[in-house]
Each structure stands twice: as structure tokens, then as C-alpha cells.
């Protein structure tokens, strides 16, 4: 499904989205920004969702930490219930992410979701939202700031995001010429050890790898949705 078409299809009667900005900025504030990912990570997982007619995608892919190969895979298919929404991208993606998520038998030490952490104008961003809905370790990895502005490069290769005179994030660039990622807190993690992670998790690519596979897992599931359909 296009952003257009989500877009043209109707909020689901009852759902309000005032309502839900006052839900987020109320679970903000139990979001743990302080490290509690075990010091030797065993297993780190990507997170993403794709769309197809008015089914949600979500897809959950789980890597050895150290050698970045692939462990475990799973998806799990939803039905939409809400339209593209700005900053209410979440209350989308949460229940298919949780949905693959929760068929995994392995237990990931932290999950790197294709999506925001605490770098959201409320705080609350898909990353974050995933994370307490879990009780997990989570980091917000995305292509482009939702908010922020981004500070100057420092010599790790990452820069500190700051909104409302907050540090919410960070631009990494895991490589020289290549584009930055914005990471941020998700969940039970500091910003620094979120970095950290991200880097380790992008040796080659500019998506860190558990994402990239989650993305390619749930496209795949995607265009076998079609095929069938058009059978």
C-alpha cells in the first residue's frame, strides 16, 4: 500500500488522534533511557512492516551479535486498522511488529526497529512504543529526523540531535560518505550504547543489517500476498 492510499482510507470511528497524542506523552515518561542490554550481546533482531491492500506486514529477523548471521526469522500478517497518520505511525506497525515478534523462540537482547525512539514530537515514536509494549531493549534506526536539530560531527562519526533543548538523538554515519542514520532511545538503552550497537550492526550496508533482512523478509511476504491475490 502507498502512503497515497493509506492516506485516503478513513480513521476507524472512535479513534482520535488528540486523544492519542495525550497517550503517547503519558507512556513517555516510563520509556528507561539508561542502559540495560547485557554488556555480551547474544542475539540483536530487526524489526520493520510492510503493507499490502489492507493487510500489515510485520517481519522480525534475529542475528548472531558477533558474526551478524542469521538466527531466526519470522513474520505475521494483520489487518490495517488505521491510515498513514504523521506521528502516529505506531499505533500502525505496533501490532504486526508485535505479532512477528512474539512467534520468535529465541530471545533477542535488543531489537533495532525501522522506525523513531524518543526522537518524535512526543516522545513516543514506533521504537519506543514496541519497547514498553514488550517490556525489551529497543533503538530507533531511521533514514530521515522526525524533529531535531543535528550538532556537529564529532570524530566517532556521529552527531548529537537536539529538540527543545534536549539531546533526543543521534546522526551516525557508519561509514565515510555514506549518508547518516538518525538512531535514538527506544527502550532500556542509553544513547551511547545505542550508537554503539547500530555501528556494530552496520558493517557494509548504510541499513543495519537485522533491519535490512527483516525488510527484505517482509517484502517477500508481501509479494507472495500479491501473487496469490492475483491467482
Known sequence: ???????????????SGK??????????????????????????????????ADLSIGAAAVLTYNSLSLAESKTACTKTRLPYIPT??????VSPAYSAIRKL???PDVFLVDGQGVMHPYRLGFASHVGLALGVPTIG????PLVGRVGEFNESGWAPITYQNEVVG???KPKIGVRPLYVSVGHLVSLERAI????????????????????????KKKR???AFVRC
Open 196 to 219: 554503539e550497537i547500530v555501528k556494530h550492526c552496520t558493517p557494509n550496508h548504510r541499513v543495519p543489517k537485522p533491519i535490512r533482512l527483516a525488510h527484505n523478509m517482509a517484502a
Open 141 to 144: 534506526v531511521a533514514k530521515s
Open 19 to 52: 486523544k492519542a497524542h495525550t497517550a503517547q506523552l503519558r507512556a513517555s515518561v516510563m520509556v528507561i533511557r539508561k542502559d540495560q542490554v547485557p554488556e555480551d550481546i547474544c542475539y540483536v533482531a530487526g524489526v520493520d512492516v510492510a503493507y499490502t
Open 1 to 15: 500500500m502507498t502512503s497515497r492510499e493509506a492516506k485516503q482510507k478513513k480513521t476507524p470511528r472512535g479513534f
Open 224 to 226: 507472495a500476498i500479491k
Open 170 to 172: 543521534a546522526a551516525l
Open 88 to 93: 502516529l505511525l505506531s499505533f500502525r506497525e
Open 105 to 107: 523462540q529465541l530471545r
